[in-house]
């Protein structure tokens, strides 16, 4: 049986059919994720599946980290002690076999500076902050100081990994890596996990800045945090 040859469809033609359809398996998919979305029971947001079980109190989390800006006992974490002991070398007792950086490994003595500016009460709650953070000071009854993290890092690098992803060697999740993991996020056209920064991964400004402060880790690579450029276009 010979069959009719069929037109020959022009460009035109061919774009017009192609689009139409294209448009419909848009909507078929938009309509299809929503269906899925709400099909789980649980009111989760995309993200760790059927959490979290309860309704999150904080919206959005802003973590700012001031590499090369005043240590916590210049402003919150105060050291009487260090203030009676100005100038004097650390005690064997205290400083044992710590072990020493690179840069303070050759010196003859370790004298103890304490901070530069007095430290006052704020706030109901007599928050013993620096005499340098008034403003931050009139909020003190509002926040959290956490004075019990430690590093045995000595290095910046290393130290900067541990607090950002609690481990010292790179590879782990960075903290806002986890949180895009375990709450998720109300769309999925916009990142959950943004990143800004004053400088470019690889060069200095004082300190090291590396990619895997904010990565992802071994979760999915859709965790990892978008980096927002400091010039041009954002991203």
């Known amino acids: ?24 398996v848009a909507l078929a998919s938009m309509m299809g994720a929503g269906k899925v979305a709400g099909a789980t029971g649980s009111g989760a947001v995309p993200g760790l599946p059927e959490l979290p079980h309860h309704l999150a109190r904080a919206k959005r989390v802003v973590i700012l980290w001031q590499g090369g800006g005043p240590s916590h ?16 070398d650390i005690p064997e007792s205290i400083r044992g076999k710590t072990r020493l950086s690179t840069m303070s490994s050759s010196y003859a003595k370790w004298p103890i500076l304490p901070s530069i500016k007095p430290f006052q009460k704020y706030g109901k709650s007599g928050l013993s902050l620096s005499a340098m953070l008034p403003n931050v000071g009139s909020m003190a009854d509002d926040i959290c100081v956490v004075r ?7 290095n910046h690098a290393p130290g900067v990994t541990f607090f950002m992803t609690g481990a010292q060697a790179p590879g782990r999740p960075s903290m806002g890596s986890w949180l895009s993991y375990g709450l998720g996020c109300e769309t999925d056209n916009l990142p959950t996990f943004v990143v800004m920064t004053s400088s470019d991964s690889g060069k200095t400004c004082g300190q090291l800045f590396f990619d895997y402060y904010w990565g992802n880790g071994f979760l999915p690579s859709r965790f990892q945090g978008v980096r927002f450029r400091n010039t041009g276009d954002l991203v």
């Open 1 to 24: 049986m010979i069959q009719s040859i069929p037109k020959v469809v022009s460009r035109r033609e061919m774009l017009g059919s192609v689009g139409g359809g294209l448009g419909m």
């Open 73 to 88: 006992i210049d402003l919150f974490d105060d050291k009487p002690v260090m203030r009676q002991m100005a100038g004097k």
């Open 148 to 154: 019990s993290m430690n590093t045995e890092a000595v």
